[in-house]
């Protein structure tokens, strides 16, 4: 990577959306730990509850004695962290002044308390309030756990925990989506992004608005809009989804899938809005990415690419 923020272009391994969970917080008094990786950005409320104002994010006591507050997380999806955002955003006479993030990879479901071995991510830092503090990391292990310390206390409103997915091999046997996040596909390419990422159409589970989907801007010349997604592995694809859900007005008007070498796995193909499409791929190609062109323009809630890993 070129950029030292190039990371932020990979999934949010730590996100609500990939089913990532704050599995334990050594306090949370003003707000719930449970707010560090919500999907959307951090809200500002004038409002004040029973402890005070409230916070779109985590945020401790202020500290009385030696030591630094703490958040574990559990990521949706094992990886290799190539990035972090600690993101005080509305936080500014009360966000911690360092931070630093480790990570442990651990079998199956273990009790928090039970994590021993972490290893350094990102050393003790400096943050600035309300502001998106992002940090790249170069650490090659591969982790299902990250700690958030902060010091010595404070609120931060988000935890973002960018990297490259490494799900457990032993859960891709069979038919699975080798387009999805949390098997290890990635977007590769994409014409245009300007409403919303196209790796949304990557996530699990249906969407519930159409915020949720990949939006690009209208077009106003004779080209069309397109992202290519490197799938899991190299699979043979026995069927192919593509979801407009909840785009009523503008969803695209024709769809194409090809895979490596333009391999034809849907053809050019009208679409309808708000409708989930389901194609069969009768010959069973054997493919490393696949790209969606969508004619000439407009949103995909969900694209699915089902078969075996080979």
Known sequence: MTDPYDFLELPDLASRALAGSVVAANDELFAERENLIKPGPPSSSPDFGN???????????????????????????????????????????NYPPEASVEGAEVDGYPDPGDIIDWVPLLARSDLVGDSPNAFAVSSPARVTHVRLSIYPDGGVARFRVHGECRPDPRLLTGTIDLAATENGGRVLDCSNRFYSSPSNILLPGRTRTMGEGWENARRRDADNDHVTVGLAGRGRVRRIEIDTSYFVGNAPGWAMVTGDSEVELVARVRLQPDTRHHFVVDDGSEVDTVRLDVYPDGGIARLRVWGELV
Do not use: C, Q
Request: proline content about 5%; aromatic content about 10%.
């Open 51 to 93: 402890k005070g104002k409230i916070y779109d994010g985590w945020e401790t006591r202020r500290r009385r004695e030696p030591g630094n507050d703490w958040a574990v997380v559990r990521l949706g999806v094992p990886g290799v962290v190539r990035g972090v955002v600690i993101d005080t955003s509305h936080f500014t006479g």
